[in-house]
């Protein structure tokens, strides 16, 4: 009996053969989920976003995301300590507690310092006799801008001071730069205020130990649209610097508020910043006596254009040696560092040349 040509190409179609349309039989289940979960890309699993592969590549943002992932829910991912500080990070000569001061009385008084032709880096303390501190700080280049603002509120200005450190550029195409340093409207909070130009060679200095604590450090990113970053600090440090530079990630100028706070929503200091970011690295440091500080960054600043980094390590702990004299500077207008040097500035205030001395 003879089997037809049609009878037999439908055989073959009927027999079970592997084709493109049939998808592979799996082998195990649990391979499957672990295929459906992780995915390597460069030697590192890293999960799925809602089913969908991260394309992102290995990058600072996945290696902070990383960090946080592997730290326990009941510690913070960053905690201001000593192991977290640069060798660098502690000079009794960078930010000097004995420069000349002089008497601001309150209610909106102000005192203003011209910077040298010359000049790129100035040092500003700002202080009070123990009563709550409220100034402010501005940096003006010619009459009508101003690149630099910081507002100073405190409630203990003698126990935790001012100490900041303004970068700006070397240019006097739009008019002479100027500090100016005023008070706020209560006529009962005057402030005891110091600053310290320094000259280049002090300035080229200061940089390079900046660059080497940046560097050195774990910086902390804020994008911006009031991105909240809590920093935890230990008992032990007595207080701790702040970095804040913007030109890796955007070279944009940074709105941002920084407090301090001493148990849950006890603002004890309270600063407003607003600088250049790329050409205009701010370094300041602030007091944190005794146990229980947090450090609380918020940026304020749009969320397109408001992206920065910061670093926070200690500058003085329990440890530290405490320095050989605390005896004022006796050159007006300049500190003796270690080199001989001093800082020139001249004020133009109505005080003239009245220094506070104790």
């Known amino acids: ?25 799996v082998a195990s289940t649990a391979a499957a989920a672990v295929a459906a979960n992780t995915a390597i890309f460069g030697g590192f699993e890293h999960e799925f976003n809602g089913g969908l592969p991260t394309f992102t590549p290995i990058t600072r943002s996945r290696a902070q995301s990383e960090y946080v992932a592997d730290t ?38 102000r005192l203003t ?3 040298p032709q010359g000049a790129e880096r100035a040092q500003i303390y700002v202080q009070s006799n123990g009563r709550p501190l409220a100034a402010r700080v501005e940096l003006w280049l010619g009459p009508i801008r101003r690149v630099h603002f910081m507002d100073i509120k405190c409630m203990n200005g003698s126990e935790t001071p001012y100490r900041g450190c303004i970068k700006f550029k070397n240019t006097d195409s739009a008019g002479p730069q100027t500090i100016e340093i005023s008070t706020s409207d209560d006529s009962q ?3 005891l205020v110091g ?27 804020s994008q911006g649209d009031k991105t909240v970053r809590s920093i935890p600090i230990a008992d032990h440090v007595k207080s701790v610097q702040l970095l804040v530079w913007s030109k890796d990630v955007g070279k944009k100028s940074f709105k941002v508020n920084i407090e301090f706070l001493q148990g849950p929503n006890c603002k004890r200091q309270y600063y407003e910043l607003q600088c250049g970011g790329g050409t205009q690295p701010y370094h300041a440091v602030f007091e944190t006596p005794g146990n229980g500080w947090t450090m609380r960054f918020v940026n304020t600043k749009t969320l397109h254009d408001g992206s920065v980094e910061f670093v926070v ?9 405490i320095p050989d004299t605390d005896a004022m500077a006796p050159y007006y207008g300049g500190y003796a560092d270690r080199n001989g040097e001093f800082g020139y500035a001249e004020t133009l205030g109505p005080h003239g040349n009245r220094v506070y001395r104790s």
């Open 1 to 25: 009996m003879k089997v037809g040509r049609p009878f037999l190409a439908l055989c073959a179609l009927l027999t079970p053969t592997a084709s493109a349309f049939i998808p592979p039989p």
């Open 72 to 109: 326990p829910a009941t510690l913070a991912p960053y905690v201001v300590s000593g192991d977290k500080s640069s060798e660098l990070s502690y000079d009794p000569a960078a930010f000097p507690k004995n420069i000349p001061l002089q008497v601001i009385q309150g209610g909106k008084s």
């Open 113 to 115: 310092f011209k910077m």
């Open 189 to 191: 909070f005057p402030a």
């Open 195 to 221: 600053v310290d130009v320094m000259t280049p060679e002090r300035s080229k200095e200061r940089q390079k130990v900046f660059d080497a604590i940046w560097k050195s450090s774990t910086k902390l990113y």
């Open 313 to 321: 390590v200690p500058y003085e702990t329990i440890d530290d040696a």
